[in-house]
């Protein structure tokens, strides 16, 4: 297995899931913390999901246009800025309305003395 062929799995650990996952990651923080809504961060995803596949294409001869490959990157890019997003909500949902709701979980809020 060559290191420069568009399936190795190492590529796609380390540029889409480490790197472009990263990215991601951060914008979903940036994006809640200025209160947009969540669907501005799935499709702030798509252009990044396409420089993501450039990058494949310009450093490891990957398929430019391979839908396949795009959708799988933006998917997982998805992925990461909805974990960033919602990590980020809840703590801000928890800390600007401590009268209101308490934290019941890593990625979830509750109103003070619901069960």
């Known amino acids: 297995m060559s290191l ?3 399936d190795n ?3 796609f650990l380390i540029m889409t899931v480490v790197i472009g996952g990263g990215a991601a990651f951060l914008a979903g923080r940036a ?3 200025k209160w947009r809504p969540w669907l501005m961060t799935a499709l702030y995803m798509v ?3 396409l420089a993501l596949r450039f990058f494949h294409y310009a450093l490891f001869n990957g398929d ?3 839908l396949h490959y795009f959708i799988t990157d933006t998917l997982v890019l998805i992925a990461g800025a909805g974990l960033g997003y919602r990590l ?3 703590k801000q949902m928890v800390s600007q309305y401590p009268w209101l709701y308490e934290r019941s979980g890593p990625f979830s809020w ?3 003395g619901a069960p």
């Open 110 to 112: 509750r109103a003070k």
């Open 9 to 11: 799995p190492w590529i």
């Open 4 to 6: 420069f062929v568009e």
């Open 47 to 49: 252009p990044l999901g």
């Open 64 to 66: 430019l246009l391979s």
């Open 88 to 90: 980020t909500r809840v």
């Open 31 to 33: 994006l809640a913390s």
